[in-house]
Each structure stands twice: as C-alpha cells, then as structure tokens.
C-alpha cells in the first residue's frame, strides 16, 4: 500500500488540515475544514455500502446522530471522559448497525433505501420522546466538561485535530477495504449479488459487516461534533436531508468526487449558492457526479428520435395524399 500514490495523497491532505489553521492561528479556516472533515468522513464511509455494494443508504446520518447523543450523554450523565465516551459510542453505534444490518439487509434496491430512511426515523422519534437524553429540548453539556482539555479554547483545537485524524482514518479505511478480499467480495455483490453468492461470497455476512464498519468512524466524528458545541438535538442530530443530498451526489465516488461533494456543501451555507446547488442534487442521478451530463445526452437522443418519429410520419402523409 505505501507504493501507492494514493496513500500518498491523503497523508498530504491530511497535513494540508492539520497545518493550514495551526499556522496563523485561523479560528474562521480551522471551523470551515472541521465542517469538511466531517463531510469528508460521512461520505466516505456511505461508499462502503453505496459505492462498493450498490445499496442506496438514505438514512446513514442515523450513525453519526447515535454516536453525538451516546457521547454527550456519557459526559453528561455519568461524567466519563471525552475518548472513553467517543469510543464507547462507536461501539454501541457498530453493533446496532450490525444487528440492524442482518434484518434489513436482505432486502435489494427501493425496499433497502426505504428501510434505512425508515430506520432514522425510528430513532429520530424515540429519541425525541425518551427522557433521558433530554427529549426534543436534547442535551446540554456544561463548561465544565471543557476543562480536563485545557478550557474552551484549548479544547476546540484538540477536538479539530481530533477530527482531521477520524477524517484520515476513514480514509485509509475506505481505500485499504477496497483493495482486500473482503473489498473484493463486496464489489462482487455490487455487480451481481446472485453470482457473488454461487462463487462463495456471504453476502449476508459481508453486507452487514460493512454496514457494521461504515458505522464506526461516523459514531466518533458524530460524538466529537456534539462535544464541540456542547449541545445535541434530535432535529440536528438526524438529518434527513444531509445524507439524502449525499446518497443522491455520487455513487463508486473517487477523491475528486469526495472533494466535490464538501466543496458544494460549503458552498450550500451561502444563500446566494443555495438555489444552485438545490439544482445540482436534483439534477444528479445514480450514475453519481456524471449524471447531469448522461441526463442531458438522454434528453438529446429523445428529442432526436422524437424529430425522427414526425419527419417520418410526415412522409408517410405525403405518400398517402401522392
């Protein structure tokens, strides 16, 4: 793998994040990549199930939501400090996706996306009625919790540095799964689910250890994300529409496309690019960031047959009246 120029790759930008803030103390660039990172992360652990295994995940926003309020409310209720609590969340958030994933994953296509927008909102509405993490109010974390970090100022650069090294990681997992035999089973499954079986692939088990994986490192950006602005609420936590615009933006995604992604959702906190960038996610289809050009070939291979239809027709007229 280190003869690869795509390790090579992300270890640069991984750098880029750590040193671009860090050098002149920028509070504005350092929050900006923060809010990338997490994007970066979120997409690039949905293309263990969407790019490699072709299962459409509407409702992959559900891991990162779990792992905020597990860890907040870690902090808050039990007093548990931040790595303990952030680990114990992605624990909690991999084996709910893993006893999920058995069930639900043996459904295909629309039934399979349906399932996962089904299952947040599930989880958004019992969380907005259970108690104990606070209901639809959520969950507040005093200023107090900041201080075994150094205090409030200290501890927003220790958790940025600490999502930069969760976006790496996501990374590194994503690129080192799709170059294993077990990428390779679940790039099978996303050709032909029914030959990867008759050759030997689990499908069952690979499907729902993968939806398992694509959990972890979301629970821990999630917990570190809510930790951050030390307060967590349903309507944040379980945004629909964040991984919706997501699943619709790419499928088989490369770096360029991940890149694309976080760009355009940057772009999207401007009013002024809102309405375009609403254009663009409608205009996208499952062939992912090439779909407005297959789009519009389609359209011009219509209309082409559509001229072709009437000049006949037309002919045909002619003929009978000659």
């Given at each position: 793998?280190l003869r690869r120029?795509f ?11 750590g ?10 660039l ?27 995940n ?5 891991f ?35 006893l999920?994933?058995?069930?639900i994953l ?20 019992f ?12 969950l507040?974390?005093?200023t ?5 970090l150094?205090?409030?100022?200290q ?7 600490l999502?930069?090294g969760?976006m790496?990681?996501?990374l590194?997992?994503?690129y080192?799964?799709?170059?294993s035999k ?12 029914d030959?990867?079986a ?22 821990l ?9 030390a ?12 991984s ?10 490369t ?5 694309l ?10 009013l ?8 663009r996610?409608?205009?996208m289809?499952?062939q992912?960031?090439?779909g407005r ?16 239809v ?9 003929k009978?009246?000659a």
């Amino acid at each position: 793998m280190l003869r690869r120029p795509f390790f090579w790759i992300i270890a640069a930008v991984i750098v880029a994040f750590g040193l671009a803030p860090a050098i002149d103390n920028d509070v504005e660039l350092r929050e900006s990549l923060l809010l990338a990172a997490v994007y970066i992360t979120l997409a690039s652990n949905l293309n263990l199930m969407l790019g490699y295994t072709g299962y459409i995940n509407f409702g992959s926003i559900v891991f990162f939501g779990l792992g905020g309020y597990i860890c907040v409310f870690l902090m808050s209720a039990h007093d548990w400090p931040l790595a303990g609590a952030v680990l114990a969340a992605g624990a909690a958030v991999s084996l709910f996706a893993l006893l999920f994933g058995l069930g639900i994953l043996r459904l295909r296509g629309a039934y399979f996306a349906l399932a996962t927008i089904g299952i947040n909102e599930a989880v958004k509405a019992f969380v907005s009625n259970f108690e104990p993490w606070g209901g639809s109010s959520g969950l507040y974390l005093p200023t107090e919790m900041f201080m075994p970090l150094g205090g409030p100022m200290q501890a927003l650069w220790i958790i940025y540095f600490l999502m930069v090294g969760v976006m790496g990681l996501s990374l590194y997992l994503s690129y080192g799964i799709k170059t294993s035999k077990f990428g390779l089973g679940l790039m099978a499954i996303g050709q032909n689910e029914d030959a990867a079986a008759l050759l030997g692939v689990r499908t069952p088990l690979y499907k729902a250890l993968a939806y398992s994986v694509s959990a972890f490192l979301p629970a821990l950006a999630g917990g570190l994300y809510f930790f951050k602005g030390a307060f967590i609420q349903p309507v944040d936590a379980f945004d629909l529409g964040l991984s919706t615009e997501m699943a619709l933006s790419f499928r088989r995604t490369t770096f360029s496309d991940w890149c694309l992604i976080t760009f355009l959702k940057l772009a999207s906190k401007s009013l002024a690019l809102r309405a375009v960038w609403r254009r663009r996610i409608c205009s996208m289809r499952s062939q992912g960031c090439m779909g407005r050009r297959l789009t519009r070939r389609r359209s011009a291979l219509n209309t082409l047959g559509r001229c072709c239809v009437r000049a006949r027709s037309c002919w045909e007229v002619r003929k009978a009246r000659a």
